[in-house]
Protein backbone atom coordinates (compact mmCIF):
# COMPACT_ATOMS: atom_id res chain seq x y z
CA UNK A 1 0.00 0.00 0.00
CA UNK A 2 2.91 2.46 0.94
CA UNK A 3 4.39 1.86 -2.22
CA UNK A 4 1.50 2.51 -3.95
CA UNK A 5 0.97 6.15 -3.05
CA UNK A 6 4.58 6.45 -3.75
CA UNK A 7 4.34 5.47 -7.01
CA UNK A 8 1.30 7.61 -7.37
CA UNK A 9 3.56 10.55 -6.13
CA UNK A 10 5.96 10.11 -8.33
CA UNK A 11 3.86 9.30 -11.34
CA UNK A 12 2.01 12.98 -10.62
CA UNK A 13 6.18 14.89 -10.44
CA UNK A 14 7.35 12.64 -13.80
CA UNK A 15 4.75 10.64 -15.49
CA UNK A 16 5.65 12.21 -18.40
CA UNK A 17 9.30 11.34 -18.68
CA UNK A 18 10.94 9.06 -19.98
CA UNK A 19 13.11 6.35 -18.05
CA UNK A 20 16.42 7.89 -19.58
CA UNK A 21 14.75 11.56 -18.67
CA UNK A 22 15.16 11.34 -15.25
CA UNK A 23 18.66 12.34 -14.02
CA UNK A 24 20.42 12.69 -11.44
CA UNK A 25 20.05 16.21 -10.44
CA UNK A 26 16.03 15.62 -11.02
CA UNK A 27 16.55 13.16 -7.87
CA UNK A 28 18.58 15.15 -5.86
CA UNK A 29 15.57 17.71 -6.37
CA UNK A 30 12.92 16.10 -5.17
CA UNK A 31 15.47 14.46 -1.82
CA UNK A 32 15.88 17.63 -1.01
CA UNK A 33 12.69 18.98 -1.28
CA UNK A 34 10.98 15.91 0.90
CA UNK A 35 13.61 16.03 3.59
CA UNK A 36 11.87 19.67 4.62
CA UNK A 37 8.87 17.61 5.90
CA UNK A 38 10.01 14.25 6.38
CA UNK A 39 13.42 12.32 7.46
CA UNK A 40 15.99 11.01 4.95
CA UNK A 41 14.98 7.11 6.54
CA UNK A 42 11.35 8.01 5.03
CA UNK A 43 12.78 10.01 1.85
CA UNK A 44 15.02 6.84 1.19
CA UNK A 45 12.59 4.59 1.57
CA UNK A 46 10.22 6.26 -1.10
CA UNK A 47 13.07 6.16 -3.77
CA UNK A 48 14.26 3.11 -3.11
CA UNK A 49 11.58 1.82 -4.91
CA UNK A 50 12.20 3.62 -7.74
CA UNK A 51 15.94 2.87 -7.45
CA UNK A 52 14.69 -1.08 -7.57
CA UNK A 53 12.87 -0.48 -10.23
CA UNK A 54 15.68 1.45 -12.86
CA UNK A 55 17.92 -1.55 -11.12
CA UNK A 56 15.23 -4.22 -13.12
CA UNK A 57 15.37 -2.01 -15.78
CA UNK A 58 19.05 -1.92 -17.02
CA UNK A 59 18.85 -5.54 -16.52
CA UNK A 60 16.14 -5.53 -19.28
CA UNK A 61 18.10 -3.25 -21.46
CA UNK A 62 15.53 -0.59 -21.13
CA UNK A 63 18.06 1.87 -20.13
CA UNK A 64 22.15 2.10 -19.92
CA UNK A 65 22.26 4.15 -16.82
CA UNK A 66 20.45 4.81 -13.43
CA UNK A 67 20.06 8.37 -11.67
CA UNK A 68 20.89 7.22 -8.71
CA UNK A 69 24.19 6.43 -9.36
CA UNK A 70 25.93 8.40 -6.74
CA UNK A 71 23.09 9.18 -4.38
CA UNK A 72 23.01 7.33 -0.97
CA UNK A 73 20.23 6.33 0.58
CA UNK A 74 19.66 5.44 3.61
CA UNK A 75 16.68 3.38 4.49
CA UNK A 76 17.14 2.28 7.97
CA UNK A 77 17.97 5.36 9.46
CA UNK A 78 20.36 6.81 12.21
CA UNK A 79 18.16 6.10 15.17
CA UNK A 80 18.92 3.69 17.57
CA UNK A 81 16.27 1.11 18.64
CA UNK A 82 14.63 2.73 21.77
CA UNK A 83 13.89 -0.35 24.27
CA UNK A 84 13.28 0.30 28.03
CA UNK A 85 15.76 -1.09 31.14
CA UNK A 86 14.51 -2.75 34.24
CA UNK A 87 15.20 0.85 35.83
CA UNK A 88 13.22 3.10 33.31
CA UNK A 89 10.51 0.62 33.00
CA UNK A 90 10.21 1.17 36.50
CA UNK A 91 10.66 5.04 36.42
CA UNK A 92 8.16 4.95 34.07
CA UNK A 93 5.37 2.92 35.43
CA UNK A 94 5.97 5.31 38.85
CA UNK A 95 5.20 7.79 36.80
CA UNK A 96 2.43 6.47 34.92
CA UNK A 97 -1.29 6.94 36.03
CA UNK A 98 -3.21 4.44 37.26
CA UNK A 99 -4.82 3.83 33.75
CA UNK A 100 -1.82 4.22 31.58
CA UNK A 101 0.41 2.00 34.14
CA UNK A 102 -2.12 -0.81 32.77
CA UNK A 103 -1.65 -0.08 29.02
CA UNK A 104 1.82 -0.37 29.30
CA UNK A 105 2.55 -3.28 32.01
CA UNK A 106 0.22 -5.53 28.97
CA UNK A 107 2.22 -3.81 26.05
CA UNK A 108 5.53 -5.08 27.45
CA UNK A 109 4.55 -8.27 28.25
CA UNK A 110 2.95 -9.08 24.83
CA UNK A 111 4.95 -6.80 22.41
CA UNK A 112 1.66 -5.79 20.44
CA UNK A 113 1.78 -3.13 17.66
CA UNK A 114 0.47 -0.02 18.92
CA UNK A 115 -2.97 -0.24 17.49
CA UNK A 116 -3.31 -3.79 18.48
CA UNK A 117 -2.92 -2.65 21.77
CA UNK A 118 -4.94 0.30 22.67
CA UNK A 119 -8.00 -1.90 20.15
CA UNK A 120 -7.44 -5.08 21.61
CA UNK A 121 -10.89 -6.94 21.65
CA UNK A 122 -12.37 -8.94 24.20
CA UNK A 123 -13.05 -12.00 21.62
CA UNK A 124 -9.53 -11.93 21.07
CA UNK A 125 -9.10 -14.02 24.50
CA UNK A 126 -8.96 -17.47 24.50
CA UNK A 127 -8.19 -20.35 26.71
CA UNK A 128 -9.58 -19.49 29.67
CA UNK A 129 -8.20 -15.75 29.46
CA UNK A 130 -4.78 -16.89 28.82
CA UNK A 131 -3.77 -16.46 25.47
CA UNK A 132 -4.55 -13.66 22.87
CA UNK A 133 -4.83 -14.50 18.92
CA UNK A 134 -4.49 -11.34 17.13
CA UNK A 135 -6.84 -12.13 14.19
CA UNK A 136 -5.17 -12.11 10.67
CA UNK A 137 -7.64 -9.05 9.66
CA UNK A 138 -5.45 -6.40 11.96
CA UNK A 139 -2.32 -7.50 11.90
CA UNK A 140 -0.13 -5.48 10.22
CA UNK A 141 0.90 -7.99 6.95
CA UNK A 142 -2.49 -9.68 7.09
CA UNK A 143 -0.58 -12.88 6.14
CA UNK A 144 -1.42 -14.84 9.28
CA UNK A 145 -2.83 -14.37 12.70
CA UNK A 146 -0.70 -13.94 15.81
CA UNK A 147 -0.74 -16.05 19.26
CA UNK A 148 0.78 -14.72 22.12
CA UNK A 149 0.55 -16.43 26.03
CA UNK A 150 -0.46 -13.92 28.41
CA UNK A 151 1.74 -13.61 31.47
CA UNK A 152 -0.26 -13.86 34.37
CA UNK A 153 0.44 -10.23 35.08
CA UNK A 154 -1.04 -9.52 31.49
CA UNK A 155 -3.98 -11.92 32.02
CA UNK A 156 -4.82 -10.87 35.06
CA UNK A 157 -4.69 -6.92 34.76
CA UNK A 158 -7.11 -7.73 31.46
CA UNK A 159 -9.59 -9.46 33.29
CA UNK A 160 -9.63 -6.76 35.63
CA UNK A 161 -11.19 -4.76 33.07
CA UNK A 162 -14.22 -6.00 33.58
CA UNK A 163 -16.39 -6.70 30.38
CA UNK A 164 -18.41 -3.37 28.88
CA UNK A 165 -18.42 -3.77 25.50
CA UNK A 166 -16.08 -4.63 22.18
CA UNK A 167 -12.80 -3.69 23.79
CA UNK A 168 -10.88 -4.71 26.50
CA UNK A 169 -9.62 -0.86 27.84
CA UNK A 170 -12.24 1.78 27.86
CA UNK A 171 -12.62 4.86 29.66
CA UNK A 172 -14.90 6.08 32.36
CA UNK A 173 -17.79 6.98 29.55
CA UNK A 174 -17.23 3.38 28.14
CA UNK A 175 -15.79 4.39 24.64
CA UNK A 176 -12.61 3.01 23.91
CA UNK A 177 -9.22 5.10 23.86
CA UNK A 178 -7.51 6.03 20.56
CA UNK A 179 -4.08 5.43 18.94
CA UNK A 180 -3.08 9.27 19.60
CA UNK A 181 -4.75 9.67 23.17
CA UNK A 182 -2.54 6.86 24.53
CA UNK A 183 0.50 7.97 22.29
CA UNK A 184 0.39 11.28 23.73
CA UNK A 185 -0.21 9.79 27.43
CA UNK A 186 2.63 8.09 27.08
CA UNK A 187 5.12 10.63 25.63
CA UNK A 188 3.81 12.99 28.34
CA UNK A 189 4.68 10.15 31.00
CA UNK A 190 8.09 9.79 29.94
CA UNK A 191 8.99 12.89 29.31
CA UNK A 192 7.78 13.12 33.44
CA UNK A 193 10.01 10.83 34.21
CA UNK A 194 12.73 12.07 32.48
CA UNK A 195 12.76 9.10 30.09
CA UNK A 196 13.68 10.62 26.90
CA UNK A 197 12.89 9.14 22.79
CA UNK A 198 9.96 6.97 25.05
CA UNK A 199 6.87 5.93 23.35
CA UNK A 200 4.22 3.82 22.96
CA UNK A 201 6.23 1.70 20.23
CA UNK A 202 8.79 1.70 22.65
CA UNK A 203 7.29 -0.76 24.60
CA UNK A 204 7.22 -3.49 21.69
CA UNK A 205 10.83 -3.00 21.15
CA UNK A 206 11.34 -3.81 25.31
Avoid: C
Amino acid sequence: RRDHVVLERFRKRWGALDLDQLSNKTVEDYLTERLHTVTLATVSKELGVLKSAYARAMRWDWVSTTPFRGIALNQEGEERVRWLTDDEEAQLLATAAPWLREFILVGLDTGLRRSNLVGLQWSWLHDHGTVLVVPRQVVKAKKATVMIPLTTRAATIIQRQGRQGLHVFTQADGQAYSVDQVGMAVIRTAKQAQLPGVSLHTLRHT
